[in-house]
């Protein structure tokens, strides 16, 4: 198992590491796949090109063979001689080179896909290290080269002798037959050996692909430190994550209970939980929750209710189900418009019994009707 660090590297690439890999030239690549593709196109391009290639050549080899002895010493003929059997052969050739290429630049994107990146070739002192070339040379990767281009050379082999064994007096009657019939038979021969290779490289391809994507993932593994690393650049340190919360949560609380002197009402449970509302009158807006919170925060609601001369009521089943239906600044809910409209009327009335302008109120309902999908 590859160690980094003293650490194994047991954990699969994260999606940071793999696009930086990418951005540096690191993909997946299987050049069995790429060898074969290039065979497997130039082979189809065989048989497409074969008829108009076959005529190219017997007009070709008709031509150079009826060569005269003046025409040698002639450079002008010569050239012309030459010019007029060329010819033929150039659009077959070029059609078939044409495929050839393209078929190069898209068996080596097929796996991996197009990237450009200057980082593959730029000079690296790893690279021309003799003690590390050795080490690659020595190292497991080399020995899979090796066993693959074994591999490879006793496919070639194997299917040359099958073709001599049994394609040898086929290939012995080319001389005795016509011209255009021997290079016909000539060319259906190369396109047979070229499907042979290409079916028997397959199978060189189907191992290959995926070893090639258990190398690369392999290559890419990284250690767990590495990956904690990589969360706290992405995500941030926990640890200062926890802080900025605790002080937004602070300045959250003090932005609520700079709120609390403005509120109308505070209303209680009476030790755990306080609420404080307050109400515009002004607008057809719903009275609104301007703090709110539980035990000690609850307390210093209350505290500062006290300082500030707010009424402080009683009302625990209001309460919860104002605390846990709304946030700060949210309006309160529609099934609890009456209840909360009983307290401010109270309020309100309390408030013109202290300045002589009314009557003392009544007290209010020890019990509060609460909808039963708000009760708490």
Same mark, same amino acid.
């Given at each position: 198992?590859?160690?980094?660090?003293?650490? *194994?590297?047991?954990?699969?690439?994260?999606?940071?590491?793999?696009?930086?890999?990418? *951005?540096?030239?690191?993909?997946?690549?299987?050049?069995?796949? =790429?060898?074969?593709?290039? +065979?497997?196109?130039?082979?189809?391009?065989?048989?497409?090109?074969?008829?108009?290639?076959?005529?190219?050549?017997?007009?070709?080899?008709?031509?150079?063979?009826?060569?005269?002895?003046?025409?040698?010493?002639?450079?002008?003929?010569?050239?012309?001689?030459?010019?007029?059997?060329?010819?033929?052969?150039?659009?077959?050739?070029?059609?078939?080179?044409?495929?050839? @290429?393209?078929?190069?630049?898209?068996?080596?994107?097929?796996?991996?896909?197009?990237? @450009?990146?200057?980082?593959?070739?730029?000079?690296?002192?790893?690279?021309?290290?003799?003690?590390?070339?050795?080490?690659?040379?020595?190292?497991?990767?080399?020995?899979?080269?090796?066993?693959?281009?074994?591999?490879?050379?006793?496919?070639?082999?194997?299917?040359?002798?099958?073709?001599?064994?049994?394609? @040898?007096?086929?290939?012995?009657?080319?001389?005795?037959?016509? +011209? %255009?019939?021997?290079?016909?038979? $000539?060319?259906?021969?190369?396109?047979?050996? @070229?499907?042979?290779?290409?079916? $028997?490289?397959?199978?060189?391809?189907?191992?290959?692909?995926?070893?090639?994507?258990?190398? %690369?993932?392999? *290559? +890419?593994?990284?250690?767990?430190?590495?990956?904690?690393?990589?969360?706290? #650049?992405?995500?941030?340190?926990?640890?200062?994550?926890?802080?900025?919360?605790?002080?937004?949560?602070?300045?959250?609380?003090?932005?609520?209970?700079?709120?609390?002197? #403005?509120?109308?009402?505070?209303?209680?449970?009476?030790?755990?939980?306080?609420?404080?509302?307050?109400?515009?009158?002004?607008?057809?807006?719903?009275?609104?929750?301007?703090?709110?919170?539980?035990?000690?925060? =609850?307390?210093?609601?209350?505290?500062?209710?006290?300082? %500030?001369?707010?009424?402080?009521?009683?009302?625990?089943? +209001?309460?919860?189900?104002?605390? %846990?239906?709304?946030?700060?600044?949210?309006?309160?809910? *529609?099934?609890?418009?009456?209840?909360?409209?009983?307290?401010?009327?109270?309020?309100?009335?309390?408030?013109?019994?202290?300045?002589?302008?009314?009557?003392?109120?009544?007290?209010?309902?020890?019990?509060?009707?609460?909808?039963?999908?708000?009760?708490?």
């Amino acid at each position: 198992m590859a160690e980094k660090d003293g650490q *194994e590297q047991t954990e699969d690439a994260t999606e940071k590491k793999l696009t930086q890999a990418r *951005e540096k030239g690191q993909v997946v690549r299987s050049k069995e796949l =790429a060898t074969t593709f290039v +065979l497997t196109a130039t082979g189809a391009a065989f048989l497409a090109f074969g008829d108009a290639l076959a005529r190219a050549l017997v007009t070709n080899m008709t031509s150079l063979f009826k060569l005269e002895r003046k025409d040698i010493f002639s450079p002008d003929a010569l050239l012309e001689i030459v010019s007029v059997s060329i010819k033929p052969l150039f659009w077959p050739l070029f059609g078939i080179m044409i495929v050839g @290429f393209f078929a190069a630049i898209i068996g080596n994107i097929l796996m991996g896909g197009m990237v @450009f990146s200057g980082e593959s070739i730029r000079p690296k002192a790893s690279k021309m290290s003799p003690k590390a070339g050795l080490k690659r040379m020595m190292g497991p990767q080399a020995m899979v080269e090796l066993i693959k281009s074994i591999a490879k050379v006793a496919v070639v082999v194997t299917i040359a002798l099958l073709v001599l064994k049994t394609q @040898f007096l086929q290939i012995m009657e080319f001389s005795l037959q016509p +011209l %255009h019939i021997s290079i016909i038979q $000539s060319l259906n021969f190369l396109t047979d050996v @070229f499907i042979w290779l290409c079916a $028997s490289l397959i199978i060189i391809v189907a191992i290959d692909v995926p070893y090639q994507y258990w190398k %690369h993932a392999k *290559e +890419l593994r990284m250690t767990k430190q590495e990956v904690k690393d990589e969360m706290k #650049d992405v995500n941030g340190n926990p640890q200062l994550k926890g802080k900025i919360r605790q002080m937004q949560m602070e300045i959250s609380q003090r932005r609520m209970m700079g709120d609390v002197p #403005d509120a109308d009402v505070i209303i209680t449970n009476p030790t755990h939980y306080s609420v404080a509302l307050k109400y515009e009158k002004t607008g057809n807006a719903a009275p609104k929750v301007v703090a709110k919170g539980v035990d000690q925060v =609850a307390f210093r609601i209350r505290e500062m209710a006290k300082e %500030h001369k707010v009424p402080i009521l009683e009302s625990a089943a +209001l309460t919860r189900a104002i605390y %846990h239906s709304t946030e700060i600044d949210d309006p309160i809910p *529609e099934g609890l418009f009456i209840a909360v409209a009983q307290i401010l009327a109270y309020v309100y009335q309390l408030e013109q019994f202290k300045q002589r302008k009314g009557n003392r109120p009544k007290p209010l309902p020890k019990t509060m009707d609460i909808p039963n999908d708000l009760k708490y």
